[in-house]
């Protein structure tokens, strides 16, 4: 079994940045396949940024080139850097987890852009 817990939410500026961390409990971290969602007021949960546990990301179009996922295995942590903030932005973030069968989730973290 996973635990994840998400920080590092908050208010920022249109433009600014913002680093969430996602710390994980339990075993066999490594092997999960990490990610980022979020889900903005009245719209379903989408897709941020996933990382292997070898380190290979995805990102979504919205998101590419703007913010970075990075994961360390020896802490169990994910990180999620986002640059160039946008309104678009605001959202509850989730920390995901998945391998095989398993899918967990954080509680989410709230990031507020405002314009």
């Known amino acids: 079994q996973l635990q994840l817990a998400e920080s590092g939410g908050g208010l920022v500026q249109h433009g600014g940045s913002l680093t969430l961390s996602c710390s994980a409990s339990?075993?066999?971290?490594?092997?999960?396949?990490m990610g980022w969602y979020r889900q903005a007021p009245g719209k379903e949960r989408e897709f941020v940024a996933s990382i292997l546990g070898g380190g290979k990301t995805r990102y979504a179009d919205s998101t590419k080139g703007r913010f970075t996922i990075s994961r360390d295995n020896a802490k169990k942590t994910v990180n999620l850097q986002m640059n160039s903030l946008e309104p678009e932005d605001t959202a509850v973030y989730y920390c995901?987890?998945?391998?095989?069968?398993?899918?967990?989730w954080g509680q989410g973290t709230q990031v507020t852009v405002s314009a």
């Open positions: 995901n987890g998945r391998y095989d069968e398993r899918n967990y």
């Open positions: 339990g075993s066999f971290f490594s092997i999960y396949h």
